[in-house]
Structure formats: structure tokens, C-alpha cells
């Protein structure tokens, strides 16, 4: 019961907050690359997440989405030094 009202608690947070773009280096399957999504400044800072976008850092080959809970929709580049 706790569990479920802290969830609650912590997505009335979320979602109340300016969100913007984010990205963060990663590597995924032995490839080097980025994933961005447009999120809160709190959930970039929980996830260590850079205020930007992958284009920035010159990761321009989309490889993907995929929906984080409670949180947002991510795209994955790979990036051109790592192909």
C-alpha cells in the first residue's frame, strides 16, 4: 500500500514539472552511443542525463524507442566515431 502511494506521489511530481530534452551516452550490446528523451530536470538529474540532444555530441543514426515507466519515451542513436 505504501509502495503504491509513493509511486503516485512521485508521478503527480513528475508530471508537474517543465520538462525538456535530455540525452546520455551509453553503450548498448558492445555499441557506443546515445539515448535522448524529453524529461524533467529531476529525472535527468536521477539519471544522469546531459540538458541536450544526441545530435549535439554527433550521434545521428537512429537506432530505436522504447517507453520508460513512469517517466518517458527514449530514442537511441549510435554515434559516427563508434561505426
Known amino acids: 500500500m505504501i ?3 509513493y509511486n503516485l506521489l512521485f508521478i503527480f ?6 520538462k ?3 540525452y546520455k551516452m551509453v553503450t548498448v550490446n558492445g555499441e557506443k552511443g546515445c539515448v535522448e528523451g524529453v524529461m ?3 529525472m535527468a538529474n536521477q539519471l544522469k542525463a ?3 540532444k544526441c545530435k549535439d ?3 545521428i543514426y537512429y537506432r530505436g524507442k522504447i517507453k520508460l515507466p513512469f517517466c ?3 530514442t537511441g542513436y549510435s554515434c ?3 561505426i
Open 80 to 82: 559516427n566515431e563508434y
Open 57 to 59: 555530441v554527433n550521434c
Open 20 to 22: 525538456h530534452l535530455h
Open 13 to 18: 511530481a513528475v508530471f508537474g514539472c517543465e
Open 72 to 74: 518517458c519515451e527514449i
Open 3 to 5: 509502495e503504491i502511494l
Open 50 to 52: 546531459t540538458f541536450g
Open 40 to 42: 524533467s530536470e529531476k
